[in-house]
């Protein structure tokens, strides 16, 4: 009988401070030690204004918006960065309170290139949603600020633009503490100051994973995605061309919020719909290939263990997953000695691209050059992991333009269309078939637990032994999170793995993933299988994603996909008969000669500067 465990690191405090009495506004409140004022005024449903604090980030007290009145206190008080204490006493709407919130606000607009109707931000900006919140509708100090810092184009998936910039520091800490990897900061001392990276360079010169955080956590539009909505409707427009557009699991959790939809509503029927409406020849599901990359990555697994544990091989284990293009460039730069654990499988974006301008369209009869293969993905360094050379088949790109959640989004309403309004449709054969499976890949810890219904079965002949087939131990949203499967009653050919307590751990955010990989090249790290996630909660939280980003909205987004994956009639990849249908009529067999030649890659090292 297999057993399985995760060490759910519970600690119970049995020292809990006791609580602390305020007042606010004259109502009196009860809360932990510790709390600060803005938690306890959003706990209470009470409004602060705010622009640097962000729940995902380390509290700077920097912009000052949020400031209050503490009676006895001779300067007001950064709510988000004070905490409270017994008996004090709190104004949030005082005249004082007032008239400095707005005077900072009109500060921040003074040094700003406003340019709002032409902003990529427009509508989805905070800084001016502050200004319709204060009513500003004329500006003490009228001298229009002109763009005069140099936008900065180079990065291959997102633009900064300075001139807009309020010095909140979000992107620095984004950076810094969800993703570890340090590449902007604050740069010059007083009114010199700007946000860049190292000595000013250009973004492209320095080390960056494209991961797009920094941009989702941006308050104002001096960070946005490139877009490549044009080249889209181009190749829409041009009769010669077959537009294909696959959409990846997590989009479908999350689009329906830029249409008024609370967060976690699925909207993948009327996705499907909008996107037939607007033109596209076939609407596919990134699901497909996900497939496929389990069935490619559990046999890829399996074949490690085999080389490992049979064949006495060092360096095959733990195996790390592949289909987080920001990881796979964080694991480029900063742990190139491990790419060899790294799994060979192209991400689902890629195998997709792959099948699609080889196989199906020798089926449709269509010549590969005229299909256009577009991807609707929650995340932005996939606009990366499309360009890279390496991801090519029979010299032909596997994905030609990749569209963002924001940007499919905006697509869609420039088509006319109101989500709300559109039936409910479903995704196109073959290659829009897939399982439940495939649908957990967009949060974390989704891939393993996909791969575990996978490969479990494979070793023993049984159903993984969860109820449902849910795999909860692997689920979560902390930042690192272990558990193990021990194998009992293990088939002849894995008879090497009777017994043997699988370890798996998963990782989400390139913060913790480093502390991982750390651990790992110092030998201090015992598993079999890692999975990790770029973005914090898996591609659910990708840079790409609607905003504002909360932690609220990636667990509501996190229970939709759990939810379509139970629903889901098949919830396994291996039984996806359009994938079985591929190996029996293509590819033959997980990791064949083909199936290694389209679906498999292998990433290079690369410097730090
Ligand atoms: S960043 Fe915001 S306030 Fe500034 S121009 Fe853009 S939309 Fe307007
Ligand atoms: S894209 Fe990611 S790695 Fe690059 S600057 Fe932004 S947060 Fe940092
Ligand atoms: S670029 Fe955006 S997030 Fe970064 S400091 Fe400027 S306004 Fe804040
Ligand atoms: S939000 Fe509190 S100081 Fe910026």
Redesign the pocket.
């Known amino acids: 009988m297999a057993e399985m465990s995760a060490n759910a690191n519970v600690q119970i405090d049995a020292s809990a401070p006791a609580p602390i009495h305020v007042r606010i506004n004259g109502v009196t409140y009860t809360a932990q030690e510790g709390t600060t004022i803005l938690e306890l005024c959003r706990r209470e449903g009470i409004h602060i204004p705010t622009l640097c604090n962000h729940p995902d980030l380390t509290t700077k007290g920097i912009c000052r918006i949020c400031v209050v009145e503490v009676v006895g206190s001779r300067t007001l008080q950064a709510a988000c960065a004070t905490p409270i204490s017994e008996g004090m006493e709190i104004l949030t709407t005082s005249e004082k309170v007032r008239k400095s919130r707005r005077t900072i606000l009109e500060l921040l607009l003074a040094n700003h290139y406003t340019d709002c109707t032409v902003c990529p931000k427009n509508l989805n900006c905070e800084l001016q949603d502050l200004a319709n919140e204060f009513g500003l509708t004329d500006l003490r100090w009228k001298e229009r600020r002109e763009r005069t810092v140099p936008q900065d184009f180079s990065s291959p998936v997102f633009v ?1 633009d ?1 001139n ?9 800490r984004a950076c810094d503490d969800l993703q570890g990897v340090y590449a902007v900061a604050n740069l010059f001392k007083g009114d010199r100051t700007i ?1 860049g990276s190292a000595f000013n360079r250009p973004i492209a010169d320095i080390v960056c994973i494209n991961c797009g955080q ?1 941009v989702a ?4 539009g ?2 946005y995605e490139k877009r490549s909505v044009d080249d889209v409707w181009r190749a829409i427009d041009d009769p010669e061309r077959v537009v294909v557009i696959q959409t990846a699991p997590a989009i479908r959790a999350a689009l329906g919020e830029a249409f008024g939809y609370p967060p976690g509503t699925r909207v993948t029927g009327r996705m499907v719909a909008a996107l037939k409406a607007m033109g596209f020849d076939h609407v596919f599901d990134t699901q497909f290939a996900a497939d496929l990359t389990i069935l490619e990555e559990a046999h890829e697994l399996l074949d490690r263990l085999k080389r490992t544990l049979v064949g006495g091989e060092k360096g095959l284990l733990p195996m790390t997953t592949s289909c987080s293009p920001g990881w796979i460039k964080y694991q480029e730069h900063f742990f190139p000695e491990l790419l060899p654990n790294v799994s060979t499988c192209k991400s689902p974006q890629q195998m997709f691209g792959a099948v699609l301008k080889t196989h199906w369209a020798k089926s449709m009869g269509i010549s590969a050059q005229r299909v256009v293969s577009v991807s609707a993905m929650p995340c932005t360094a996939k606009k990366f992991e499309a360009m890279r050379p390496e991801m090519s088949s029979h010299g032909l790109a596997d994905v030609d333009h990749v569209l963002t959640t924001r940007e499919l989004a905006g697509m869609i309403k420039q088509a006319g269309i109101d989500l709300k309004e559109m039936p409910e449709a479903s995704f196109d054969d073959p290659l829009g078939r897939s399982t439940g499976a495939a649908t957990i890949f967009g949060v974390t810890g989704g891939v393993m637990e996909a791969a575990l219904r996978t490969a479990y079965e494979v070793i023993t002949g049984r159903e993984v032994p969860f109820e449902h087939l849910d795999i909860v131990p692997v689920r979560g949203m902390e930042g690192v999170r272990r558990a193990s499967v021990r194998i009992e009653q293990a088939r002849s050919p894995w008879a090497f793995l009777e017994g043997v307590e699988l370890k798996l751990l998963i990782t989400h955010g390139t913060a913790n993933a480093r502390q991982v990989m750390t651990s790992l090249r110092e030998g201090t790290l015992d598993a079999h299988f890692i999975e990790i996630m770029t973005c914090p909660g898996g591609c659910l939280g990708g840079g790409g994603q609607p905003l504002p980003v909360t932690p609220e909205k990636r667990i509501a987004r996190a229970a939709a996909l759990y939810a379509e994956d139970a629903a889901h009639a098949q919830r396994k990849s291996h039984d996806n008969p359009a994938a079985q249908a591929l190996y029996r009529d293509f590819l033959g067999e997980p990791n064949s000669h083909l199936a290694h030649e389209l679906l498999h890659t292998r990433y290079v090292a690369r410097g730090r500067y």
């Open positions: 900064r300075n807009k910039c309020i010095l909140c520091q979000r992107c620095v946000v920094c956590h941006c308050p104002t001096a960070l």
